[in-house]
């Protein structure tokens, strides 16, 4: 799963069910106490995204019961990448982002998540009567409408005649059926065996929606071809892909139609895999893999470095609880000059995102010493001096690109034990750094 993706840590089953009366119809608890979902129930799947959206996002939507219900972990990844993209594509000194939503769905799911996530604008494209009136709905009930435009298109065409050909555009999305309709549907000689639900369906009754002549390989083969002819007003093409087989065919038609660099990833979320593709005909342009998008569930990065904290040790720090030591990990890591972010809140289970812009602990023991020795003697430190202390981080600091970004995870092991995760996600010197940060917290954390 992305890096950036909130849902790296799953939503909780049971605050959810507390909080939203829609979702707790659908919850079931375990002899265990956990609690989960059928995500083969397509009520129950449209329930999760809908709270997930009002609670996250202060989005208010309704999903019809016979269209492809959006899971949002899949969404966000393919949005995350987008944005990855963008980073090589679009210059830094311009602002606005216009994308295109080639079949927006029900609720125009990618536009509203980017409109309110990033600001980004979106032309929507959709053919289904149903999905276009719930999308409109959808952009009037939050307020998107300056930001989104839903336009009815037919079937016949995926971009000409549909989108304004005199703008310029950022990229477009797609996210094509994935099955082809000679061959989608019951295979038992009775042909009674029931249509599929979650989630080889999403829950959708709408042929078109999961299937179409040739599957996802003519349907993306069809769009290239249109995407040739608007190379001049659009930057990025993407879409999602639902078969790994899929991927070879499709890669030879952009290499025939012409595709000056293209870029291939994975979108992982649990069990489900799905493939994103981007090309683009700007010469001036080049795809290479973002770091971020190839990291993956079932490649991961470095495992996380581990620090358990016993109540015997925390005993003069005060109440032995996730919160408190949270709190006291979140100090050390301000004093760093890093940006908190919070992901996830559990009462036995915490987690944040640090960022950190400029390397500010290496050497710390010896700015310590020098520190206090300066205290001490009343006088300010000699250049030479600063000078040594300061070289392990003079680059870095002159660096305007250093970056550090990790996770940070607390969370009650047993009623005695509270153990402490860094993660690493991108930037810095990769695992050293985390090692460093670490060493610090432990030097700093149970100081009266």
């Known amino acids: ?30 002899l265990s106490g956990k609690i989960e979902i059928d995500f083969k129930d397509a009520a129950a ?27 949002l972990p899949l969404r966000l990844n393919y949005l995350l990448w987008v944005e990855d993209l963008l980073q090589l594509a679009k210059p830094p000194t311009e602002q606005l982002v216009h994308g295109i939503d080639i079949g927006t769905g029900a609720c125009c799911i990618y536009p509203i998540l980017a409109a309110r996530m990033k600001g980004w604008h979106f032309t929507a494209t959709e053919t289904d ?4 009136k719930c999308s409109v709905d959808t952009l009037e009930r939050n307020c998107l409408q300056t930001h989104v435009t839903v336009v009815k298109v037919s079937a016949e065409s995926m971009l000409h005649g549909n989108i304004d050909t005199t703008k310029q555009y950022d990229f477009t999305m797609c996210n094509p059926p994935f099955f082809d309709s000679d061959s989608f549907g019951p295979k038992s000689r009775s042909e009674k065996r ?13 042929a078109t929606e999961i299937a179409v002549k040739g599957g996802e390989v003519k349907f993306i083969e069809t769009l290239i ?16 892909v639902g078969h790994k087989s899929s991927l ?30 981007a090309w683009t005909f700007c010469d001036n342009i080049v795809l290479a893999n973002p770091p971020l998008s190839r990291l993956k569930n079932n490649v991961k990065g470095p ?42 809140e559990k009462k036995d289970r915490k987690a944040v995102e640090f960022i950190a812009k400029e390397n ?63 993660q690493w996600i991108e930037g810095g010197l990769g695992r050293e750094s985390m090692n460093q940060i670490l060493q610090y917290m432990k030097n700093h954390l149970l100081e009266k």
């Not at 992305?2 to 119809?25: C, M, T, V």
């Not at 009567?129 to 276009?132: L, S, T």
């Not at 071809?225 to 999602?240: A, G």
């Not at 003069?316 to 004093?335: P, T």
């Open 225 to 240: 071809k249109e995407c040739h002819e608007l190379k001049p007003c659009v930057r990025l093409f993407t879409t999602m």
């Open 1 to 30: 799963m992305h890096p950036r993706n909130p849902y790296r840590i799953p939503p909780d089953f049971k605050e959810l069910a507390l909080k939203f009366p829609e979702f707790r119809k659908h919850a079931k608890q375990k």
């Open 129 to 132: 009567e149903v999905n276009f």
């Open 45 to 71: 799947v449209r329930a999760l995204s809908t709270v997930l959206l009002k609670r996250d996002f202060n989005l208010e939507v309704e999903l019809p019961p016979d269209r492809l219900v959006p899971t």
């Open 360 to 422: 500010t602990w290496s050497n710390q023991r010896r700015r310590q010493r020098e520190e206090k020795r300066i205290a001490n003697q009343g006088f300010e430190q000699p250049e030479l001096k600063k000078a040594k202390i300061d070289a392990a981080t003079l680059e870095q600091q002159n660096n305007h690109k250093f970056r550090l970004k990790g996770l940070l995870l607390v969370e009650e092991t047993d009623a005695d034990f509270i153990s402490l995760q860094l």
């Open 248 to 277: 070879v065919p499709i890669k030879a038609f952009l290499k025939e139609a012409g595709a000056c660099s293209w870029n291939e990833t994975e979108f992982c979320q649990g069990r489900t895999t799905r493939w994103g593709l």
């Open 303 to 344: 495992p996380p470095l581990n620090y358990s904290i016993s109540r015997e040790q925390w005993s003069s720090k005060g109440e032995f609880s996730v919160a408190c030591v949270l709190l006291k990990s979140v100090e050390l890591l301000n004093s760093l000059k890093m940006e908190i972010r919070k992901v996830k």
């Open 194 to 206: 029931p249509s599929p639900m979650c989630p080889k369906s999403g829950g959708s009754t709408s």
